[in-house]
């Protein structure tokens, strides 16, 4: 998974990725919310055996502004503890392979290769059966980071969601607790034109009978919505 490869076979991984829809960049003004849709992750999943199911206890973050950093601190204390770690940021600032972590270290280009190669098999049974089945972008690479996780036998993953939180594709885990940073107006045409609605699709990430923590003052309106 860590070793090392030449540029040809990353470039050949992404060149696949690129032919699924890429809703952070070139498709971003396609994005609306009839564009997410879990249960799609739900069944490529299923398909690839549940790994989100066995990659460790899931520390999952959402928010508007400071969830980057919420993950990658929570990755350095689980390592601080001794904890064998995953880690998923989204999106990357210079390479791709910065979103999977296992141990702390960025997947080598020929790890996130390998990764690539793992769900070949079940998109070209996806464009034989059911075209419309295909994942997006970063439904494969979330794909990829179960996967990666499960391989490693991770005892903890530190989890970044994509956009929102009650649609993204992360929202498949069953985390041991769920973290909203701060909420601000974005992707409104997505998420909602207020911070209330914004806030409520945050905590869609929330799960019964799991712990959850918010910077959110309880009387302010992303606070109120959370609460909810």
């Excluded at 419309?132 to 989890?159: K, Q």
Aim: net charge negative.
């Amino acid at each position: 998974m860590n070793g090392d490869a030449g540029h040809d076979t990353l470039d050949e991984a992404l060149r696949f990725l690129a032919s699924f829809t890429d809703y952070e960049q070139k498709a971003a003004d396609l994005l609306t919310r009839r564009s997410l849709d879990l249960d799609r992750m739900r069944s490529l999943c299923a398909e690839l055996g549940n790994p989100e199911r066995h990659c460790g206890r899931v520390f999952h973050v959402a928010g508007s502004k400071g969830k980057g950093s919420v993950t990658l601190m929570l990755d350095q204390l689980l390592r601080g503890q001794g904890v064998a770690t995953g880690r998923f940021l989204s999106p990357h600032l210079e390479a791709v392979t910065e979103r999977i972590a296992v141990a702390g270290r960025d997947l080598t280009p020929a790890g996130f290769a390998a990764l690539v190669d793992e769900l070949r098999p079940l998109v070209a049974r996806r464009e034989r059966e059911d075209p419309s089945g295909l994942p997006s972008f970063f439904e494969a690479v979330t794909l990829m980071a179960f996967l990666a996780w499960r391989r490693a036998a991770c005892h903890a993953v530190a989890l970044e969601v994509g956009l929102g939180g009650r649609l993204d594709a992360t929202n498949v885990v069953d985390p041991l607790v769920a973290i909203i940073t701060m909420i601000d107006l974005e992707h409104t045409r997505v998420l909602g034109d207020s911070i209330g609605e914004i806030a409520g699709e945050k905590a869609g990430i929330l799960k019964p009978g799991r712990p959850a923590l918010s910077v959110s003052a309880a009387e302010s309106e992303a606070g109120r919505a959370i609460a909810r």
